[in-house]
């Protein structure tokens, strides 16, 4: 299913209004929200605002770890989590005297509830272990396995930019 045709999707940083409204809807449904020096990506519609919104954070120069994916319940399995994320890829794929080419997106996915990890393994993520992570990542993972969490480490490789 596609999202609606009046759902745009866009890049957008602070101090703009739909950076803030993007950061009020994560922060709305318990999200992490994007620091003022992010990048984030919202879905937004005419009647209802901000219905998704996604933001990576660069680590050690090598990977995107994705910090907050959310799409509002009632805009769900229309295909929004989908575009958001090519979206975001599409533009940070792309490399200027400013960016990197990262090699690897990475997610923590909790296993509840159970629909997340057939989402992320439908658009290429794979299971993958802490050593596959830069150092940073990795004791973050480590840090999320010790308080119990019941995640699941998934990375996406992504293509080499010429």
């Known amino acids: 299913m596609r999202p609606h045709p009046d759902t745009r999707v866009q890049c957008v940083q602070a101090p703009d209004p739909r950076f803030v409204a993007a950061n009020h809807f994560l922060k709305r449904f318990r999200q992490t929200p994007a620091p003022r020096n992010a ?20 680590m050690d120069q090598t990977s995107l770890w994705l910090r907050s994916l ?22 940070v794929a792309v490399p200027d ?30 299971p993958a272990t802490a050593t596959t992570l830069p150092d940073s990542l990795r004791q973050r993972w480590l840090r999320t396995q010790a308080q119990g969490k019941d995640w699941q480490l998934l990375v996406l490789a992504l293509p080499p930019v010429d």
């Open 39 to 58: 990048t984030l990506w919202c879905a937004h519609t005419p009647m209802d605002g901000c219905v998704g919104a996604v933001w990576v954070q660069v």
């Open 70 to 91: 959310y799409v509002h319940p009632e805009h769900r399995r229309q295909g929004l989590g989908q575009t958001l994320l090519r979206q975001l890829l599409s533009e």
């Open 97 to 126: 005297e400013k960016t990197f080419a990262p090699s690897q997106l990475v997610a923590f996915v909790p296993n509840r509830p159970p629909h997340l990890s057939p989402f992320y393994q439908g658009l290429g993520f794979r």
